[in-house]
């Protein structure tokens, strides 16, 4: 019990010294939690709206579609499965019919989406069920980006284009029934949702659709024509945004990290130079060096130690402030990324993230601490009582 006593003992010596590098360190530990637990936010809060509003538990796509084509679009809307349509008609799926098209809302014309969906599906969280009605009308529901792009608005009546199944164009007007707010871009820009059957009967494409979704759970099946689209195409852009930023964000507190342990370092130089007849006398009553290197590495140790108790001062009001109130974006900032972000970021923080960041820092800084160390061992004990270096 020497070595700890003796350690905790000169670390706390040190003074100012020590609870400079301890608050520069602690730097560190916050913005390490912070930044990756804010990544970590965006991941899970993304992914779970967009699964409650557009992926689902995964996607059929007819064989030929290809959401970043559109020259598929209008060729790709196939039979739906018997399986499938079973599965429909019992609310455990969403057949969606995508049909491109214009529409000219005050005159002006603008490229557009229809997307059919059934009004009494369950899979999507989405207010589809305002579809339903009409009184002899086309109902159609938008987002609220749609409406600021477009300039429409709830009870609104606009024209809409479309291309039918043998390539002949139609048109007709939808009357907006009502405008919803969501997160989700793909589900709202450019798009007007009608109920299925109606689009099916528009454009003479009676029983078929371009995408189904189905709900969490269920282990894909195989359908001829049809292939199963997972969590990884379909999140995949949202992984990548989050990798992207969290990989940039690092540099940051890499950067941060650097400059505390290289104070570090230069601490662990000149303590050792003071302290050399200190050290010599120790090795002359007889500890081995290894003991005396263990020393100073240890309060080399015990400051990323302190450095955690210090950032838990005034990290911890500030994480659980910004779990709570989140960190607000820039108006219009949100959905210049074209993902669903929400105006607020929420950190998510895991006990893995804390006592791994923990870790990290005390592993770098024993490292650190270690390394100016190794002077000791060619040190003799007479030189170093005399305020000598071997």
Same mark, same amino acid.
């Given at each position: 019990?020497?070595?700890?006593?003796?350690?905790?003992?000169?670390?706390?010596?040190?003074? *100012?010294?020590?609870? %400079?590098?301890?608050?520069?360190?602690?730097?560190?530990?916050?913005?390490? !939690?912070?930044?990756?637990? %804010?990544?970590?936010?965006?991941?899970?809060?993304?992914?779970?709206?967009?699964?409650?509003?557009?992926?689902?538990?995964?996607?059929?796509?007819?064989?030929?579609?290809?959401?970043?084509? /559109? #020259?598929? @679009?209008?060729?790709?809307? *196939?039979? !739906?499965?018997?399986?499938?349509?079973?599965?429909?008609?019992?609310?455990?799926?969403?057949?969606?019919?995508? +049909?491109?098209? =214009?529409?000219?809302? $005050?005159?002006?014309?603008?490229?557009?989406?229809?997307?059919?969906?059934?009004?009494?599906?369950?899979?999507? $969280?989405?207010?589809?069920?305002?579809?339903?009605?009409?009184?002899?009308? @086309?109902?159609?529901?938008?987002?609220?980006?749609?409406?600021?792009?477009?300039?429409?608005?709830?009870?609104?009546?606009?024209?809409?284009?479309?291309?039918? #199944?043998?390539?002949?164009?139609?048109?007709?007007?939808? &009357?907006? &029934?009502?405008?919803?707010?969501?997160?989700?871009?793909? &589900?709202?820009?450019?798009?007007?949702?009608?109920?299925?059957?109606?689009?099916?009967?528009?454009?003479?494409?009676?029983?078929?659709?371009? &995408?189904?979704?189905?709900?969490?759970?269920?282990?894909?099946?195989?359908? /001829?024509?049809?292939?199963?689209?997972?969590?990884?195409?379909?999140?995949?852009?949202?992984?990548?945004?989050?990798? *992207?930023?969290?990989?940039?964000?690092?540099?940051?507190?890499?950067?941060?990290?650097?400059?505390?342990?290289?104070?570090?370092?230069?601490?662990?130089?000149?303590?050792?130079?003071?302290?050399?007849?200190?050290?010599?006398?120790? @090795?002359?009553?007889?500890?081995?060096?290894?003991?005396?290197?263990?020393?100073? =590495?240890?309060?080399?140790?015990?400051?990323?130690?302190?450095? *955690?108790? +210090?950032?838990?001062?005034?990290?911890? /009001?500030?994480? !659980?402030?910004?779990?709570?109130?989140?960190?607000?974006?820039?108006?219009?900032? #949100?959905?210049?990324?074209?993902?669903?972000?929400? $105006?607020?970021?929420?950190?998510?923080?895991?006990?893995?993230?804390?006592?791994?960041?923990?870790?990290?820092? %005390?592993?770098?800084?024993? !490292?650190?601490?270690? %390394?100016?160390?190794?002077?000791?061992?060619?040190?003799?004990?007479?030189?170093?009582?005399?305020? $000598?270096?071997?």
């Amino acid at each position: 019990m020497i070595i700890p006593k003796l350690a905790f003992r000169n670390l706390i010596g040190n003074g *100012a010294k020590t609870w %400079l590098n301890a608050l520069v360190l602690s730097f560190s530990f916050v913005a390490i !939690i912070w930044g990756q637990s %804010l990544f970590e936010g965006m991941d899970r809060e993304m992914s779970k709206v967009t699964i409650d509003q557009e992926a689902g538990g995964g996607q059929y796509w007819a064989g030929a579609y290809d959401p970043y084509d /559109p #020259a598929t @679009i209008d060729d790709a809307p *196939a039979a !739906i499965p018997a399986d499938l349509a079973a599965d429909a008609a019992a609310g455990r799926a969403a057949p969606i019919l995508i +049909v491109s098209a =214009t529409i000219y809302p $005050k005159g002006r014309m603008f490229p557009a989406l229809l997307k059919g969906v059934d009004p009494d599906q369950a899979v999507l $969280k989405l207010p589809f069920d305002r579809l339903l009605g009409g009184d002899g009308e @086309i109902p159609g529901l938008i987002g609220a980006r749609t409406a600021k792009s477009t300039g429409l608005a709830k009870g609104d009546t606009v024209t809409v284009r479309w291309r039918d #199944a043998s390539g002949t164009f139609d048109a007709a007007d939808v &009357v907006v &029934v009502d405008v919803f707010q969501t997160q989700v871009q793909t &589900v709202d820009s450019g798009l007007i949702w009608v109920p299925l059957e109606t689009l099916q009967a528009m454009t003479g494409r009676p029983g078929r659709a371009t &995408v189904v979704t189905v709900p969490v759970g269920p282990a894909p099946r195989s359908y /001829p024509g049809w292939g199963f689209q997972g969590y990884d195409v379909l999140l995949k852009d949202i992984k990548s945004f989050v990798q *992207a930023k969290s990989l940039g964000f690092s540099i940051f507190y890499v950067t941060l990290m650097a400059l505390a342990l290289l104070a570090i370092f230069n601490t662990q130089i000149l303590s050792i130079w003071h302290r050399r007849r200190e050290i010599g006398m120790l @090795i002359a009553l007889g500890m081995p060096r290894g003991r005396v290197i263990a020393l100073f =590495t240890l309060e080399g140790a015990l400051l990323s130690i302190l450095a *955690a108790a +210090v950032g838990a001062v005034y990290g911890l /009001p500030l994480l !659980i402030y910004m779990s709570k109130h989140g960190w607000v974006l820039p108006a219009g900032q #949100a959905d210049s990324f074209g993902l669903a972000l929400d $105006k607020a970021l929420y950190p998510a923080y895991s006990t893995g993230l804390v006592f791994g960041t923990i870790l990290l820092v %005390l592993a770098a800084t024993t !490292i650190v601490s270690f %390394l100016p160390t190794r002077k000791i061992v060619t040190l003799k004990p007479t030189d170093a009582l005399k305020g $000598k270096w071997s």
